[in-house]
């Protein structure tokens, strides 16, 4: 069965200061990896996807099968940024995805 | 279209009692997803259907719930005989699934928060 972890329930920095929110998958297969954030009193919103290799908000997310992570980093925060992050995987074909338990991350002025 | 809508957002109940959830999707989308999600958690998935075919229902989803998308738009959710357990954040979430290939976003709704006294 798909698992996701994020080891970090509470994560606090300084503006201006990089950010790596940890994630952890375990998977046999190839798995589709998502990192979700939810902004306070927001809906849970998709930030970026490992396919798309894209940076968003200035956010990237490298998928490392060796040591099976999906690492989201920021070199600089910025206040925005503080919100509740969840990784996520899934399979091809639209299947359900599985949530980690998320990252709470504070950016403090 | 305003993305994924629920109702109500907010029920609380007594234990024993019934409830059910709505979900209307993006109108164009043909998989709706259910979550759960209690506190310190990420959302635990439930079931979900493509258009009205229900395709799998997780081990989470006792007896006492039951999930219907009779014409493939909205869903409903149903609790019977609730329990104080059964409290948490009922999430649904949609997509629209072109084959049996690649992954297309999950758009998810704002949620209906149950409390079970």
């Known amino acids: 069965a798909q698992r996701v972890t994020q080891p970090e329930k509470l994560l606090s920095v300084f503006k201006g200061a990089p950010v790596e929110l940890k994630c952890n998958y375990s998977?046999?297969?190839?798995?589709?990896l998502f990192w979700y954030v939810q902004y306070s009193r927001q809906r849970l919103q998709l930030l970026l996807r490992?396919?798309s290799r894209e940076s968003i908000k200035g956010f990237t997310a490298d998928l490392n099968k060796g040591e099976t992570s999906f690492h989201l980093k920021k070199p600089f925060a910025q206040e925005e940024d503080s919100a509740m992050y969840y990784c996520?995987?899934?399979?091809?074909?639209?299947?359900?995805?599985?949530f980690g338990k998320g990252t709470r991350l504070s950016v403090i002025a | 279209d305003t993305g994924v809508s629920q109702d109500p957002r907010h029920k609380i109940t007594k234990r024993g009692q019934n409830v059910t959830f709505r979900c209307d999707p993006i109108?164009?989308?043909?998989?709706l997803y259910w979550y759960r999600q209690t506190l310190g958690q990420g959302p635990e998935f439930l079931t979900y259907?493509?258009?009205?075919?229900?395709?799998?229902k997780s081990r989470l989803l006792s007896d006492r719930f039951s999930a219907e998308r009779p014409k493939g738009s909205f869903s409903t959710l149903e609790i019977q005989r609730t329990e104080q357990g059964d409290s948490a954040m009922y999430l649904c979430?949609?997509?629209?699934?072109?084959?049996?290939?690649?992954?297309?976003?999950?758009?998810f709704g704002p949620g209906t928060r149950l409390t079970v006294l």
């Open positions: 996520a995987s899934g399979d091809s074909g639209n299947t359900p995805l599985v």
């Open positions: 998977y046999s297969g190839s798995p589709e």
């Open positions: 490992h396919i």
């Open positions: 109108s164009e989308h043909n998989r």
């Open positions: 259907f493509q258009n009205e075919a229900q395709l799998e």
């Open positions: 979430a949609s997509s629209l699934a072109r084959g049996l290939a690649g992954y297309n976003e999950q758009f």
